[in-house]
């Protein structure tokens, strides 16, 4: 199914990929502390995992906005 140039919800995230890298980029980091000062404690350290590939996804959608579609 062929995406419509108006897409509201790519629009969104084309015009706010900057954002988007920065909250990434910072649930990356956070991740990694939380893991780094949480070394073999469970709970704490599942919740850094998860941070971190939830940081990672948010980067690769934010890195792959098209710049086409923020005009």
Do not use: D, H, Q
């Not at 980091?29 to 000062?37: P, R």
């Not at 469970?42 to 995992?49: L, R």
């Amino acid at each position: 199914m062929p995406l419509r140039k108006n897409n509201k919800s790519i629009t969104f995230l084309a015009k706010n990929s900057k954002i988007i890298n920065f909250i990434g980029l910072l649930l990356i980091v956070l991740g990694a502390v939380i893991s780094y000062f949480n070394w073999n404690v469970e709970p704490e350290e599942t919740i850094g995992g998860f941070c971190c590939g939830l940081g990672f996804g948010l980067l690769i959608i934010g890195l792959t906005a098209n710049e086409k579609t923020k005009n």
